[in-house]
C-alpha cells in the first residue's frame, strides 16, 4: 500500500505545435517520467502557488 489510487475521471485537451508535443513527449522520456505525470504536476504547482486568489 501507500500509493494513492485515486482514479482519474476527467480530461483536458489542448493543442500545440506537433513539433514542440513531439520534443517534450521525447524529453519526458529521456527523464523516464510521463508528459502527463509533468503537466499534472505542474497544474499542482500552478494551482498551489495561487491558492486563493481565485
Same mark, same amino acid.
Given at each position: 500500500?501507500? =500509493?494513492? !489510487? %485515486?482514479?482519474?475521471?476527467? #480530461?483536458l485537451?489542448?493543442?500545440?505545435? =506537433?513539433? @514542440?508535443?513531439?520534443?517534450f513527449? @521525447?524529453?519526458?522520456?529521456?527523464?523516464? !517520467?510521463? &508528459?502527463?505525470?509533468?503537466?499534472? &504536476? /505542474?497544474i499542482? %504547482? /500552478?494551482?498551489? @502557488?495561487?491558492? %486563493? #486568489?481565485?
Amino acid at each position: 500500500m501507500g =500509493k494513492k !489510487t %485515486g482514479k482519474k475521471d476527467s #480530461q483536458l485537451v489542448l493543442r500545440l505545435d =506537433k513539433g @514542440e508535443r513531439d520534443a517534450f513527449v @521525447e524529453l519526458c522520456k529521456a527523464l523516464d !517520467t510521463s &508528459a502527463a505525470r509533468e503537466i499534472r &504536476a /505542474f497544474i499542482r %504547482g /500552478f494551482m498551489k @502557488e495561487h491558492e %486563493g #486568489q481565485g
